[in-house]
C-alpha cells in the first residue's frame, strides 16, 4: 500500500509554476480572492491560497467585503473585478452567507477569469473536451495526483461518490475524457444510489466526495483499489490546540491496508487544489497576455 503525498506533489508543481513566473518580465499574475463572511474555514483556505501565491510570486489581492453585502452589490464588485486589466484571476470563496445565490456569483465572473472553474461556460468547456478553459481546482488536482503518481485510468472503472458542480461532476467528465490518463468507464453514486457497496467494490479507482466522515469502510473496497480522499470534515476534539481534528470520506484506518494506493486527510487532494488555482492563475494571464 501507497500513501500519495499530496504536499509533495503540490510542491513540485509550486516550484514549477514558481520558476515560470520568474522567467515572466513585466507584470505579474494577479489573484483576486473575494471572503465574504468570517467563515473560519474560509478564513484559513484564503490565508493559505494567499501564501501559496506569494510563494511563487503570484500577486493575490484579498477583498473582504461586509458579510451584509447584497446580491447585487457583490455582482458589482465582480463585475469591477472583471473589467480591471491588472486583474487575471478571481475566486469568491466557498461557502457564501445564505442570503447569497452562490450559482449566479460563480455565473457573473467571466470565464476568461474563472480560475476556479465554476462558471456554466468552464464547466461546459470540460464536457467538450475543450482545453481552453479553466478546471475546477480539486478535479484538476485529482487528475494531476493521478497522474503523477503512476494511475492511468485507460480502461478502469472509476466509481465517483457525490455529484457536486465542485466535485463529483467534473471529476468524472474528466475521467470519461477520451485522452491519455482518462479513458475510464465511470459510475457516479449519490444518496439515493441502491446497494451502494456492491457499486463501490467493483471501483479501480474511488473517488469519495459526499463530505460525511469515515462513510467509506472496508466492506466497500475491492482488493488493490486506489482510493482518492476529498472530503474535509471538523470533527471535535478538545485535545487540538484549535478544538477539531480533519478526517475525509474515507476511514482510512480500515481501508487503507486493502488500497494499492490512497490519499490521507490532511496532506493529500487539499493541497492539489491550491496548486491547481495557482496554475489556473498563471495560464489565465498568459491567454489574456497572448491577445
Known amino acids: 500500500m501507497e500513501i500519495i503525498d499530496g504536499n509533495q506533489i503540490a510542491a513540485s508543481i509550486n516550484r514549477e509554476l514558481h520558476a515560470e513566473v520568474a522567467s515572466l518580465t513585466g507584470r505579474k499574475p494577479c489573484l483576486a480572492l473575494v471572503r465574504v463572511g468570517e467563515d473560519p474555514a474560509s ?80 464547466l461546459g468547456k470540460i464536457a467538450q473536451e475543450d482545453s481552453s478553459g479553466f478546471v475546477a481546482c480539486t478535479p484538476a488536482g485529482i487528475m494531476e495526483l493521478l497522474a503523477r503518481s503512476h494511475v492511468d485510468l485507460n480502461g478502469k472503472h472509476v466509481v465517483v461518490l457525490g455529484r457536486s458542480l465542485i466535485v463529483g461532476k467534473p471529476i468524472a467528465l474528466l475521467a470519461l475524457q477520451k485522452k491519455t490518463g482518462a479513458n475510464a468507464t465511470v459510475t457516479i453514486c449519490h444518496s439515493a444510489t441502491q446497494n451502494l457497496p456492491a457499486i463501490t467494490r467493483q471501483a479501480d479507482v474511488l473517488i469519495a466526495a459526499i463530505g460525511r466522515p469515515n462513510f467509506v469502510t472496508a466492506t466497500m473496497i475491492k482488493p488493490g483499489a486506489v482510493v482518492i480522499d476529498v472530503g474535509i470534515n471538523r470533527l471535535a476534539d478538545p485535545s487540538k490546540k484549535s478544538g477539531y481534528r480533519l478526517t475525509g470520506d474515507v476511514n482510512f484506518s480500515e481501508v487503507a491496508p486493502l488500497c494499492s494506493k490512497i490519499t490521507p486527510v490532511p496532506g493529500g487532494v487539499g493541497p492539489m487544489t491550491v496548486a491547481m488555482l495557482m496554475q489556473n492563475t498563471v495560464k489565465a494571464f498568459r491567454l489574456r497576455s497572448s491577445r
Do not use: C, M, W
Not at 478564513?43 to 489581492?61: L, N, P, Q
Open 43 to 122: 478564513v484559513s483556505y484564503v490565508k493559505k491560497k494567499e501564501k501559496t501565491a506569494a510563494e511563487i510570486g503570484v500577486t493575490s489581492r484579498i477583498i473582504l467585503p461586509p458579510i451584509t453585502i447584497t446580491q447585487g452589490e457583490l455582482f458589482r464588485l465582480i463585475d469591477e473585478l472583471n473589467e480591471n486589466s491588472t486583474v487575471d484571476g478571481i475566486l469568491v470563496q466557498s461557502p457564501l452567507p445564505p442570503h447569497l445565490d452562490e450559482v449566479a456569483v460563480f455565473r457573473r465572473v467571466n470565464p476568461e477569469k474563472d480560475v476556479d472553474g465554476f462558471n456554466t461556460v468552464n
